[in-house]
């Protein structure tokens, strides 16, 4: 029997498509009748082709490293720049500058000047020449400042333990600001007995993959072992900071003070370096770190000093160093008969600090502002107008105000008991035969900064406890002391406009319409555009104006200069908003509105900032206090800066020392970013009626209570409700909620206002005291127990 076969009227059905299923848009946007594209048109590669493309990428990128290698300190490129940071006190400094100074591998030009010593290397066998610095770890602000120019930087280690505590430290503040190529060096390791060296290694080798997982130790006890690592370091592929690959920066050899006619403690600065990064333009800005923002007048092209192949003066029976002297004022000689102006400053191009007009505008503003009358909410008489204290008096005086209320809470008996235990304790763990040490220990000790400190715990273990609670004022009507506040239904969704009541200072900040856009738009031009100039690899003369003789005496007690070119409106003031995590070397409280010291990308300045949470919103609740536990943001007003920046915390202790507290980056510039501070009044129930509660010790005037009437309560245990009615005078109220109250509940109202920083950037930051291994490993001063 045959088998039945289906004719060609058979109904053929869709096949099933399987897998995962497409949406009705993707559907529709494939059937809309699109060309089927040949591969040649949709330049689709064959596989050979991938291939052959992939190959040629890999060439492009070889061929850029090894362009970059061999322009970094050859003839025609920049000295190679390295700074040498000793992370143990043990390491010898100056044997290990006697054997990279080898006059066998090449020629040496000492440059000593103040605390940093350098010297520059010049090899024609090897073709590089180098220009060696160093920093003792210590000077943090030198360290952290020199590393932002350094190509590469040579951490010298101690063969048992590797690094001490201060070289703990700074390894860690360079981690978070960002490390540049590094090399890790051993000194020391063969004065060890033979026997003891290998482990020695092996255990040093366990502690560096801690922070450096990956990395080889060379050695430095010999001449030759100091060849390899010369040869290791020329070798290396560089490791680039965005911050510093965007913008030119110099790193000063020399500076020159030519005082003005007018007044000798301003003039001109004459700073002589090699250009690095970009190109560098005599009309754009100039910022000298931890000095402010200057502009240029001239850029000269002098003979380079050290050139790679030079004319070397030398006798058979001279001492060294006489030639070198001999070979740097040859140098000097023809650079001052060869000197060339590269380019002038056009006034119509140049960019300025900040025109005239803004400061006319900002002025005019501010008085204008002084003469009217303050904003006050409708009904308020003009006697309770002059209750209203200025922006930062209010909330300065507002949070004193709080945490003088806040200490009702703390028993003074329990606070007597414990004190005694933490005394009995000290003294139990410190035992001392006479009573001379004791006496040692309390001059060491500054009360007044004792108490300073116990009140910040204090407000901190508060904060913790009692979240933006509050006592209410008796002396002064609520609706008078928070008038500034509202209520508001939802934090989240309610609207707040971010141009309503702004302060004083948003007259003087510059604000974009797209921060985004605009960055992406100097960046490309940065890529694409060429820019007339000084070009990478020069030695020139940068004439920079109206500079204070302070500059000049701050390099000559051997402190760096370095300066950094500016992006356009990098001078201009604005509201820089930074995401911070607390360092977890700190554990002293910070408060918000603190003065701090910041490191942010290629600035050091000063300024107070405030906390606030990192949400995704647009409002963020205002914290008290810098948090261990999560990442918060820092709002500060600060000059714009193009992010990526790397930012460091820095807190100065009463003793002078520089703390770090906290690492992040730079989020964003935006002054409609909204911090808002919420305070909250409590009150307690006295009658519970099922919904119905009468509540007291929230308000104590029958007219406080209508005033926040409209206003939502809470309570601690989630019921919600409102207010119905007053009770009597003393600000008794009439309370519905959503369920039955417990009498052990506590009723609260949420208040809301918007927080601005403080306007007190100061880019002049002051030197710490020196650091000492006992202050940064013990958190009280040392006491001699002998």
Not at 150 to 164: K, M, N, R, S, V
Not at 312 to 339: F, N, R, Y
Not at 506 to 532: G, L
Request: proline fraction near 5%; aromatic fraction near 8%; include cysteine.
């Amino acid at each position: 029997m045959a088998a039945h076969r289906s004719g060609p009227l058979k109904q053929q059905n869709k096949a099933h498509k399987g897998g995962r299923h497409r949406g009705r848009g993707s559907a529709q946007r494939d059937g809309k009748g699109l060309k089927i594209l040949s591969k040649k048109v949709r330049k689709e590669l064959s596989k050979v082709d991938q291939r052959h493309r992939a190959s040629q990428l890999r060439k492009q990128k070889k061929e850029a490293v090894l362009a970059e290698k061999r322009q970094l300190g050859s003839k025609d490129g920049p000295p190679h720049q390295v700074l040498v940071v000793p992370l143990h006190d043990k390491i010898s400094l100056p044997e290990a500058f006697r054997l990279l100074q080898d006059t066998d591998t090449g020629t040496v030009h000492l440059n000593e000047c103040g605390s940093t010593h350098s010297f520059m290397l010049l090899c024609p066998r090897l073709k590089h020449r180098w220009f060696f610095t160093s920093a003792r770890p210590g000077d943090l602000h030198t360290v952290l400042d020199m590393a932002k120019v350094a190509d590469t930087i040579l951490f010298l280690l101690d063969p048992l333990e590797g690094w001490d505590s201060i070289g703990d430290y700074c390894l860690s503040c360079l981690f978070a600001q960002g490390l540049p190529t590094y090399t890790l060096a051993v000194q020391g390791i063969s004065g060890l007995p033979p026997r003891k060296q290998i482990d020695a290694r092996k255990k040093l080798s366990k502690t560096v993959e801690k922070r450096f997982p990956s990395d080889k130790l060379l050695l430095l006890d010999t001449q030759q072992e100091a060849e390899m690592l010369l040869r290791q370091l020329a070798n290396q592929k560089q490791r680039h900071l965005a911050f510093r690959d965007r913008r030119a920066y110099l790193f000063a050899h020399a500076a020159d003070f030519v005082p003005s006619e007018e007044n000798n403690l301003v003039g001109t600065l004459k700073i002589s370096g090699y250009v690095r990064g970009q190109t560098l333009n005599v009309n754009s800005l100039l910022h000298i770190i931890g000095q402010g923002d200057f502009q240029m007048k001239q850029i000269d092209a002098p003979m380079d000093p050290f050139p790679l192949n030079f004319r070397m003066i030398k006798s058979q029976k001279e001492d060294p160093g006489v030639t070198m002297e001999i070979c740097a004022m040859d140098a000097v000689a023809d650079m001052e008969e060869d000197l060339k102006v590269v380019m002038k400053a056009d006034p119509d191009k140049q960019e300025s600090l900040q025109t005239e007009e803004e400061l006319s505008e900002a002025n005019d503003f501010l008085k204008e502002s002084s003469k009217v009358v303050k904003k006050v909410p409708k009904g308020t008489s003009s006697y309770q107008a002059e209750w209203i204290l200025d922006e930062d008096g209010e909330s300065d005086g507002e949070d004193e105000y709080d945490d003088m209320q806040r200490e009702d809470f703390i028993e003074e008996e329990s606070q007597d008991e414990g004190s005694e235990k933490e005394e009995e304790e000290e003294y139990e763990t410190m035992t001392m035969g006479e009573s001379v040490h004791d006496d040692l220990y309390d001059e060491n000790v500054d009360d007044e900064a004792e108490e300073k400190m116990l009140e910040k715990y204090k407000q901190e273990r508060l904060q913790e406890m009692f979240p933006d609670e509050i006592d209410t004022p008796r002396d002064v009507a609520a609706r008078i002391r928070f008038q500034k506040y509202r209520g508001l239904k939802s934090f989240r969704t309610s609207p707040w406009d971010p141009k309503e009541n702004l302060p004083q200072d948003y007259a003087r900040i510059f604000q974009f319409q797209n921060f985004t856009n605009t960055r992406k738009r100097i960046f490309k031009e940065i890529e694409e555009k060429e820019v007339e100039g000084a070009e990478v690899g020069w030695y020139v003369t940068l004439h920079v104006s109206e500079v204070p003789l302070s500059v000049v005496e701050y390099f000559k007690r051997g402190a760096p200069l370095i300066a950094f070119s500016l992006l356009p409106h990098e001078q201009k003031m604005s509201v820089l908003n930074m995401v911070v995590s607390r360092h977890p070397g700190n554990i002293e409280p910070v408060k918000a509105k603190e003065d701090l010291i910041f490191h942010c990308g290629f600035r050091r300045f000063r300024a107070s900032p405030l906390f606030s949470q990192h949400t995704a919103a647009d409002k963020h609740k205002f914290q008290r206090f810098l948090t261990a536990d999560v990442a918060l943001v820092v709002t500060i007003y600060g000059p714009i800066t193009f992010p990526p920046a790397s930012v460091l915390l820095f807190k100065q202790n009463s003793n002078g020392m520089h703390s770090l507290i906290a690492t992040g980056y730079l989020l964003s510039v935006d002054p409609d970013r909204m911090v808002i501070k919420r305070i909250v009044l409590s009150g307690h129930p006295f009658k519970i009626f099922t919904k119905m509660a009468v509540v007291r010790y929230m308000f104590f005037s029958r007219e406080d209570v209508l005033w926040f009437k409209p206003v939502e309560l809470r309570t601690k245990w989630g019921r919600r409700g409102h207010i119905k009615e007053p009770l009597g005078t003393h600000g008794h109220m009439k309370c519905s909620f959503d369920g039955k109250l417990k009498s052990q509940d506590t009723v609260l109202m949420n208040l809301y206002k918007r927080v601005f920083p403080k306007w007190t950037y100061d880019p002049y930051v002051p030197d710490p005291v020196p650091w000492m291994k006992s202050e940064i490993s013990l958190a009280v001063p040392e006491v001699d127990m002998e």
